[in-house]
């Protein structure tokens, strides 16, 4: 029971960071119809702005928080000089697009971090809470706060502001919300923001418990199954499908080598892709997607 | 078909992607079936070898013409004997100085190095390894260079990202441009290109120390491999570690890296009588749930850790945070002094020892002197100790063939056969480097233990100097402690 609890924290803990990156891969697609593949280099380059502003003598808050506005910029003007001028191509290019953006960012971001492991100076480390046996780890619990305020501030975004509500009305429908009035540009600009800090967010959480190299990059890639099981157009789904990757994760990793060793070392590094195949072979178009109506 | 269905297309197709990508992270840039077609694929073509013919080797002249560029080809430089002096040479050689030359009127010897530059688990000791050998052999050129050539280690560099096929690819396009390789980093990695450097008669110094190379006529290593050092380590925690150890679990890479490590382990474990466990993990800090759980369910005595440092401070960090206490063993490339400032620092610090083949960068042997008076003002790291001691072979079988008056690279291999001993300056014991002898009888197998110290040079203090565990002693190596075929 102890080793379940444990795996539960850590893979929800986990399943936090993904469902931050998660939440810009979505955000970034509802509004502009791109899978953005620049989302591991805006993490990585928000974790190495941490670690910068760290060293000049912030505190971690006001490290977290400019280096979350960094990233925010280093978003809007992704989008503004590389994808702005491709509006109208076909979304398949524009991905591309953003690939290369991602290798161009890791590049620059590589450079900065050198090739020894660097440290993100923050209030958790690997300190735990002993509860009842079970060490839960207080950046676990800090990550899992954080999703949740992240999750609500999004909520009322979207909910109750201007700008919010006109994110949504482009998502819906983009010549529309151009008729009634609302700059399509500034939203697609404010969504890439919006997803560079989110990236930024979890890469600070990725550097809590272990070193940031020029690997750690390869984190974010788990934000992909997360956003398939959960749906590619779903903020929800976003959540839950990257809680799910982290917690699959972490159940495998502490229970398979014991009851199934037969599956091989390191299956818990393929089966969040398991659990995808399983839920597009139920719901192709992930648990909370929007159904695809095609006229035939 | 509309736009929304491509795109999700397209992502599937990209998921699939991730997830290769994820699974060659794991197998350390690829698995071995993949890396054997690979190498099947690339030595089939018998015109790009890039080993010399015997046309080649057999038509030497005395005449040799000084217009030939730099860096020039086989043919260019066929039958070409140095105007210093009546050494034959071919591929790889030259009788032009080599680019910003230390000795002009010298002719130029390209040796090539095959590293992990930039994104790799180990370019944190790599970038520093490949600056050591830079400048161990500026230092051989200000001594006058070796038999009237300069030796050049800085045209022909390459970056394998620790990736065995991209290693390979790598090989193939210097291979037709150097006589020997500087450097050769990663077991995997040298291991996809070892038939070839065979067929194309190229020596490699290798940045690892896995137990197969000692069987290897084309690779000249140094100090132990990371089977006996193992067996040292299991030994060394037997005798020192408070409590005793009865049970001892190798945490490791699979393939011939942690695979070696943890062969020898098992072989201490047996001749200790200890319980052991063995556990393959993939490289990530995010992958390393396994090999935690494992350690934290088992509560062995002893860990050793054959991974890359990140890897290792994760496995570390997070096990003591579950409660666990025992006691940790790097091997010697999964030390990194960035651990000592990780979140896993305070359990660094406490729980884990250090292996490796000589004595820190600080140590005071005229080997270490020199080098870190040919370094200068660095960081000091223990990749630049290993890069300089792990030269020395080569400097050696460089001198035999120059003097033997045949730098081909039949020459430098013959040459091989003929050392006994390489002079380490003080950073390896007496004897070490008998390239000429029986593997088992002259496979060094001797290691030092340090202590991670944040106080100290490269973050870690010598608390062992060269010592032989009982283990280690007595094992007859007689093969390769690991092979992929089990």
């Not at chain 1, 994760?249 to 599956?263: H, K």
Request: glycine share 12%; hydrophobic share 45%; proline share 5%.
């Amino acid at each position: 029971m102890t080793r379940l609890l444990q795996a539960l924290v850590a893979g929800l803990g986990n399943g936090s960071v993904y469902a931050l990156l998660a939440l810009g891969f979505v955000i970034i697609y509802k509004s502009t119809s791109v899978v953005n593949f620049a989302q591991p280099a805006l993490m990585v380059a928000g974790a190495t702005a941490v670690i910068y502003l760290g060293q000049a003598g912030l505190p971690f808050p006001a490290a977290v928080a400019g280096a979350m506005a960094l990233a925010a910029l280093l978003g809007l003007t992704v989008e503004r000089t590389a994808l702005r001028p491709m509006i109208g191509k076909p979304v398949f290019v524009i991905a591309i697009i953003t690939i290369g953006v991602d290798i161009v960012i890791r590049v620059v971001v590589n450079r900065l971090l050198g090739t020894n492991l660097r440290a993100i100076a923050n209030p958790w480390g690997l300190e735990s809470f002993d509860v009842g046996g079970v060490f839960v780890q207080q950046r676990y619990l800090a990550m899992i706060v954080t999703l949740a305020v992240v999750v609500t501030l999004l909520f009322a975004f979207f909910r109750y502001s201007r700008i919010g509500l006109a994110l949504r009305a482009t998502a819906l429908d983009q010549e529309t919300a151009l008729t009634q009035g609302i700059s399509v540009g500034v939203t697609f600009a404010l969504s890439w923001a919006i997803a560079g800090a989110l990236a930024a967010l979890a890469g600070t959480f990725v550097g809590t418990g272990q070193s940031i190299d020029q690997q750690t990059w390869i984190i974010a890639l788990k934000a992909l199954p997360a956003i398939i099981i959960g749906g590619l157009d779903s903020v929800g789904g976003a959540v839950i499908g990257g809680l799910v990757v982290g917690v699959i994760e972490a159940l495998v990793g502490t229970y398979q080598p014991t009851y199934a060793p037969w599956l091989g070392n390191n299956f818990q590094l393929v089966s969040p892709y398991v659990v995808l195949l399983l839920v597009l072979l139920v719901r192709p178009y992930g648990l909370f997607g929007t159904p695809e109506v095609e006229r035939v | 078909m509309t736009t929304k269905i491509r795109t999700k297309r397209t992502l599937a197709l990209l998921a699939v992607l991730a997830l290769l990508a994820t699974g060659c992270r794991d197998a350390g840039g690829g698995g071995d079936e993949a890396l054997e077609d690979t190498q099947a694929d690339l030595t089939e073509e018998p015109a790009d070898t890039g080993a010399p013919t015997e046309a080649d080797t057999a038509i030497q002249t005395p005449d040799a013409t000084d217009e030939e560029p730099a860096g020039a080809t086989e043919e260019e430089t066929d039958g070409e004997q140095a105007a210093a002096g009546d050494v034959e040479f071919d591929v790889g050689v030259t009788d032009q100085a080599c680019p910003e030359a230390a000795n002009p009127d010298n002719g130029c010897i390209y040796l090539g190095t095959i590293s992990d530059l930039t994104v790799g688990p180990f370019a944190a000791l790599a970038n520093p390894i490949t600056d050591a050998q830079a400048a161990f052999w500026s230092r051989v050129n200000a001594d006058g260079g070796i038999g009237g050539f300069d030796v050049d280690v800085s045209e022909h560099v390459r970056d394998n990202e620790y990736n065995p096929e991209r290693h390979n690819q790598e090989y193939q396009a210097i291979k037709g441009d150097v006589l020997a390789l500087a450097q050769t980093l990663g077991s995997p990695t040298t291991a996809a290109i070892i038939d070839d450097m065979e067929t194309d008669q190229i020596v490699g110094a290798p940045a690892s120390w896995t137990s197969l190379w000692a069987f290897e006529d084309v690779i000249v290593e140094s100090g132990i491999n990371y089977c006996l050092e193992a067996m040292n380590q299991v030994d060394y925690a037997v005798e020192n570690v408070d409590g005793g150890v009865g049970s001892v679990i190798a945490v490791g890479y699979p393939g011939d890296y942690g695979g070696d490590a943890a062969a020898g382990v098992a072989v201490a474990a047996e001749a200790n009588g200890i319980e052991f466990t063995n556990i393959e993990t993939g490289q990530g800090p995010d992958n390393q749930a396994g090999a935690i759980s494992g350690i934290v369910q088992q509560q062995p005595d002893l860990v050793i850790v054959t991974t890359g440092p990140a890897d290792a401070g994760a496995i570390v960090g997070q096990t003591a945070a579950q409660g666990y206490a025992g006691q940790f063993m790097f091997t010697g490339p999964s030390w990194n002094k960035g651990l000592l400032d990780s979140p896993a620092a305070p359990a660094v610090e406490s729980l884990v020892l250090l292996s490796g083949p000589w004595p820190p960068y600080d140590a005071d042997t005229p080997g270490h002197e020199a080098m870190r008076e040919a370094l200068g003002d660095v960081d000091p790291n223990e990749g630049y100790t290993s890069g300089w001691a792990w030269s020395y072979p080569l400097r050696a079988a460089l001198e035999q063939a120059a003097s033997n008056g045949d730098l081909t690279r039949a020459g430098l291999l013959e040459a091989i056969g003929q050392i006994e001993s390489v002079d380490y300056e003080g950073m390896l014991p007496e004897g070490a480097g008998n390239l000429a002898g029986d593997p088992n009888e002259a496979v060094v197998r001797q290691s030092v233990i340090f202590r991670p110290d944040p106080e100290a040079a490269t973050g870690a203090t010598l608390v062992e100097d060269f010592f032989t565990g009982p283990t280690a002693e007595s094992y007859e190596l007689e093969g390769a402690c690991f092979t992929t075929t089990g």
